[in-house]
């Protein structure tokens, strides 16, 4: 069973582009959630989709937008970039919605801005 | 911020030594996850407690999980240069709806030989 994809592995972006991440999450997984990480602030929460729908939303300003499509794969989007949105970015697949379920993550985007 | 607060950040062992990594939450949570990322890596799930007191092992790594369901920690005993990485704790709050794990900055283990 392959695991959680995402694409690309590495971007360079200049400020006030956008950008578009991608995550294929392991078949049968409907749930997938979205974490920015940075040296010395852990994961971040970003979002988390299930059977299409938002279910969860992290403290992050409204540049940073998701979607989830039917067969389970998920976007995320940041336009008009900042420097400061340089990060790793990390996609998180679960069984279902579950409560007691383990994340299995991505290898992540590492996103540059310049 | 984070609402979940690992100690230490930085961990330096020497291999053959024991060393503990606390997590700590203000708000009571329906369960725990630990996760290592080593480095240039993803983080994968290591265990989950549920239970009030549990204790799980998994070799040289005992978890346990604390009686009022706030706080949590990871101990390794001898360890070893494989140990290298960074351990995460994550939990839910009973307060949130599935799914939101709320992570922990992380404890960055250097194993020195």
């Known amino acids: 069973k392959a695991g959680v994809t995402q694409t690309p592995r590495y971007l360079i972006k200049t400020r006030g582009q956008q950008v578009t991440l991608s995550c294929s999450p392991i078949s049968g997984h409907r749930s997938v959630s979205w974490y920015q990480q940075t040296p010395g602030q852990g994961l971040q929460f970003l979002f988390e989709?299930?059977?299409?729908?938002?279910?969860n939303k992290g403290n992050f300003p409204g540049r940073f937008s998701g979607r989830q499509f039917s067969n389970s794969r998920s976007e995320m989007n940041v336009s008009t970039l900042e420097l400061g949105d340089s990060a790793l970015y990390l996609c998180?697949?679960?069984?279902?919605?579950?409560?007691?379920?383990?994340?299995?993550f991505g290898q992540g985007t590492r996103l540059t801005v310049v | 911020g984070q609402q979940v607060m690992q100690i230490p950040q930085y961990q330096h062992v020497q291999e053959g030594e024991d060393f503990t990594t606390y997590c700590n939450s203000s708000?009571?949570?329906?369960?725990i996850q630990w996760y290592k990322q080593r480095p240039g890596g993803h983080p994968v799930f290591l265990i989950q407690l549920v239970k009030s007191g549990e204790v799980k092992k998994q070799k040289r790594l005992t978890f346990q999980f604390g009686e009022a369901k706030k706080n949590s920690s990871l101990h390794i005993t001898a360890t070893q240069t494989t140990d290298v990485g960074t351990y995460f704790c994550?939990?839910?709050?009973?307060?949130?709806?599935?799914?939101?794990?709320?992570f922990g900055a992380g404890t960055q283990v250097v194993v020195t030989p």
């Open positions: 994550a939990g839910r709050r009973t307060t949130d709806s599935w799914g939101k794990l709320q």
């Open positions: 989709y299930f059977s299409e729908t938002q279910r």
């Open positions: 708000t009571t949570l329906s369960n």
């Open positions: 998180a697949s679960k069984h279902e919605g579950g409560m007691n379920t383990e994340a299995f």
